[in-house]
């Protein structure tokens, strides 16, 4: 009984430190400075500033964003944190010119922290893969494995935005 009781707690406690994580420490961390996760929170800004995070790239719809409680960009400013939309998804395809405009903001905050999202992260890593193989030289695989992936090839979304 003792036993039993000792896993329960542990469960317990690993659960809850699960949920103590910070947004920074549940991300994927993919280059020396940047991150991929999923929506950040309004409370999550406050980490972004004190971790010195300067810019933000988004990837989700403006329509989505409608969605929220808060406006994202808006409350980014006031940690005078840069706020960077591709739109990607319903009505916005993944295209070369989303890469182009990924790069763009790419070039724009290059050296500062940033973190990538979406609602769950999957279209931002995507994104960044992509980014990766076009503009830094990497291999296919050198960019699934920078992003954590567990495919082997490319996406058909990694194909549309490299125009393969």
């Given at each position: 009984m003792k036993y039993l009781l000792l896993v329960l707690l542990t469960i317990?406690?690993?659960n809850v430190s699960a949920?103590?994580?910070?947004?920074?420490?549940?991300?994927?961390?993919v280059g020396e400075n940047v991150w991929i996760g999923p929506q950040p929170t309004e409370n999550d800004?406050?980490?972004?500033?004190?971790?010195?995070?300067?810019a933000v790239i988004n990837t989700r719809t403006q329509a989505e964003m409608?969605?929220?409680k808060f406006d994202e960009s808006q409350a980014l400013k006031q940690y005078d944190i840069?706020?960077?939309?591709?739109?990607?998804?319903?009505?916005?395809d993944y295209s070369p010119v989303k890469l182009t405009e990924f790069n763009d903001l790419m070039v724009a905050n290059e050296g500062k922290k940033m973190v990538l999202h979406c609602r769950s992260g999957h279209r931002a890593s995507q994104l960044y893969a992509a980014w990766?193989?076009?503009?830094k030289g990497?291999?296919?695989?050198?960019?699934?494995?920078?992003?954590q992936s567990d495919e082997t090839e490319l996406t058909d979304s990694m194909k549309a935005l490299l125009d393969q």
């Open positions: 317990g406690a690993l949920e103590q994580q910070s947004y920074l420490q549940q991300a994927k961390k800004f406050n980490e972004f500033a004190a971790e010195e995070v300067t409608e969605q929220l840069e706020y960077g939309l591709v739109e990607i998804g319903k009505g916005h990766l193989i076009k503009y990497k291999t296919e695989a050198e960019a699934l494995k920078t992003i």
